[in-house]
């Protein structure tokens, strides 16, 4: 890969030969799949960011990963994804084969009929080529809640799950006779009865609404990754078929930073350590530099802090990301993984995309539509 530009509004790379031979991975164990979250680093505006989204997605399509999903963040500075049916709308145009999808709406933060509306319509204009993933955590303060105009308290696992089953009824599963919806007759036009629907969690409550409810789960791993293997146990202990999942099915999302070298990989992994970080604190920041990362003067709780949110990255050369990402499969028995980076800047993180491609050969099939 050569030098990326960003040139009229696009970002432009340069095809080159490759350090890393295309054919020296083995395959993956799964599929590899990209969650991006629209990073803003420092001194990046949000519209470029929006653009190397773009840049990674007709990538990710080219190296032949699954699926590329986009994330909902409101009011945090270090993203620019607060409208996932929007951004997905966009990225459709310009891809033709990969899944694309949301990881996620949040459905604390939507009305369930707007969110089926809205991946109507999607499915309408784009047949087959969307994922509709939803989570449950808004996150966010108070105040963004009430500009969000919704009630400030976080619905518990019981209201969440009759969230989800409103959106299912209105993509095309319908209500039950007895229904308010069906008696006044409220559907969505155009509904999406084939739309594959996900649920997304960092902990225990969507692994149990996605098994009561017989959904594949994305299990995230890069935001709570000591929860992780709980969730996925009850998940498949709990599962109950469903017409569209008759097995359980598990992805797991990672936070890889691929580099040509160890070192490389670890000072580019500190920025979004540092985030987090001082996230933690209560100062909400863009992603800093890596030479940001590097200078900043840590306490010894703060380090100790970071430090564990590195030992969660699977970090390093291909080889070690290889041997780190086999090593998340064997010990979850995932499905699929899903990687995504906090890497500031782009070309490393656009690098760290291709590597990985690479290093498990991977042969650009469409993937299935669950």
């Known amino acids: ?7 009229s509004g696009k970002w432009h790379m340069e095809e080159t030969a490759t350090s890393i031979d295309s054919g020296t991975g083995a395959g993956a164990p799964v599929p590899l799949s990209v969650l991006d979250l629209s990073v803003v680093g420092e001194g990046v505006s949000a519209a470029v960011a929006l653009a190397q989204t773009s840049a990674l997605a007709q990538e990710a399509e080219r190296r032949g990963y699954r699926r590329f999903w986009v994330a909902e963040h409101h009011s945090f500075p270090a993203s620019a994804s607060p409208a996932p049916a929007v951004l997905l709308a966009h990225l459709a145009g310009l891809t033709s084969r990969i899944r694309l999808g949301s990881g996620g709406v949040m459905l604390s933060n939507h009305a369930p009929l707007v969110v089926a509306e809205q991946f109507g319509v999607l499915e309408a204009l784009h047949p087959g080529r969307f994922d509709l993933g939803m989570g449950r955590k808004p996150g966010g303060l108070d105040s963004i809640s009430r500009a969000l105009r919704r009630p400030a308290e976080d619905p518990g696992p019981e209201e969440f799950e009759q969230q989800v089953e409103e959106v299912l009824g ?17 559907y969505v036009v155009p509904s999406a009865p084939d739309l594959p629907v996900w649920m ?16 594949p789960f994305a299990a995230a791993y890069h935001i709570n990754a000591a929860q992780v293997p709980a969730a996925i146990e009850i998940y498949r202990a709990e599962f109950r078929p469903s017409k569209t999942l008759r097995e359980p099915y598990v992805m797991v999302s990672a936070n890889v930073v691929c580099a040509e070298t160890e070192a490389e990989a670890l000072a580019l992994a500190r920025s979004g350590a540092l985030m987090l970080t001082l996230g933690r604190k209560g100062t909400q920041t863009a ?27 699977v970090r390093g050369t291909p080889d070690q990301v290889r041997a780190g990402l086999t090593e998340l499969h064997a010990s979850t028995g995932a499905d699929e993984l899903m990687v995504t980076s906090m890497i500031h800047d ?15 050969a991977l042969d650009g099939k469409p993937g299935p539509t669950r």
């Open 287 to 313: 992603l800093p530099t890596p030479e940001a990362a590097a200078a900043y003067p840590y306490t010894e709780e703060e380090r100790r802090f970071a430090d564990l949110l590195l030992a969660t990255v």
């Open 200 to 215: 997304l969690g960092s902990g225990t409550t969507g692994a149990r609404v996605a098994a009561r409810l017989g959904l």
């Open 170 to 186: 209105f993509l095309g599963a319908g209500f039950p006779d007895d229904h308010p919806y069906h008696r006044d007759q409220v």
């Open 346 to 360: 782009f070309p490393a993180r656009l690098r760290s995309l291709v590597l990985v491609a690479d290093e498990f």
């Open 1 to 7: 890969m050569g030098p990326v530009t960003f040139e």
